[in-house]
């Protein structure tokens, strides 16, 4: 069903979903863990709130078709849920799916600020070795400006501002944890290697704005389901916003 939809588009749902199921009755978790000789599985649907085909729930013939397979249509869904809300589309009508859709990312906010404050360096040393982990090339396209100037400047919602300024409470211990690490090059590979996946999203996947911010968010907090997890991909972000040579001048 994804197969009309951006790879953009995909990416903004899972992120912003916290890739747990949408329906707050459920909010399964969709990530099956990688096994020994498996890797790991997404056991979800990017399901359409007005219908993909004419036969389809919720259906709008008015609607283009690239609006009809872009974000704001979309809602993530478990393969139960998203039957259920397909046969019973009287009680799921377009109105009730969006707020669903807006209270359940309202929520994944709202848990991963709880868990800032939580975060120790087990979630610092889970979140630092996965940005490491790719081959990362240096960027010196880029300057450091004040954390204030880059929020107003990327047009930031204040949602993502009130997150920005909730890892701000972290820093300290992001940049301790850094400054703890015997391999002395370890900020800067961290570093390029952040600036290198900026740039991606920015140029190759065209992000801006929240949505770009968002990206970063779940590449530094590996795509988790875990709220504590997600918390420490979050500081180490903001300490990178503040820090390191990321969004617009």
């Known amino acids: 069903m994804s197969g009309n939809i951006k790879q953009k588009d995909q990416k903004i749902l899972c992120t912003k979903s916290g890739n747990r199921c949408a329906l707050p009755d459920c909010q399964k978790i969709l990530v099956v863990n990688a096994t020994a000789t498996d890797s790991a599985s997404l056991v979800a649907v990017m399901a359409h709130i007005k219908g993909e085909k004419s036969t389809s729930a919720r259906y709008d013939i008015n609607m283009s078709d690239a609006d009809r397979n872009a974000y704001p249509n979309l ?3 478990c393969p139960s849920c998203h039957k259920k ?6 009680t799921y009508t377009v109105e009730k799916l969006i707020e669903m859709k807006q209270k359940h990312e309202d929520w994944i906010i709202a848990s991963t600020s709880q868990e800032v404050v939580n975060v120790t360096f087990a979630e610092l040393d889970v979140v630092t070795k996965y940005l490491m982990s790719g081959q990362a090339s240096q960027s010196d396209s880029l300057t450091l400006i004040p954390p204030k100037d880059k929020i107003q400047k990327n047009n930031l919602s204040k949602s993502v501002e009130q997150l920005i300024l909730l890892g701000m409470t972290q820093v300290t211990q992001v940049a301790d944890f850094i400054n703890r690490c015997p391999d002395i090059e370890f900020g800067d590979r961290l570093r390029q290697g952040f600036v290198v996946e900026y740039e991606r999203l920015k140029n190759i996947e065209n992000m801006a704005g929240d949505d770009l911010f968002n990206g ?4 530094a907090a ?3 389901t875990d709220f504590k997890q997600r918390a420490g991909g979050l500081a ?4 990178l916003f503040e820090k390191c ?3 617009e001048k």
Request: charged share 15%; hydrophobic share 60%.
């Open 75 to 77: 809602i993530f869904v």
């Open 85 to 90: 809300i397909d046969d019973q589309q009287n």
């Open 216 to 219: 970063l968010l779940s590449f």
């Open 222 to 224: 590996v795509g988790a």
């Open 236 to 239: 180490v972000l903001v300490y």
């Open 245 to 247: 040579e990321v969004f």
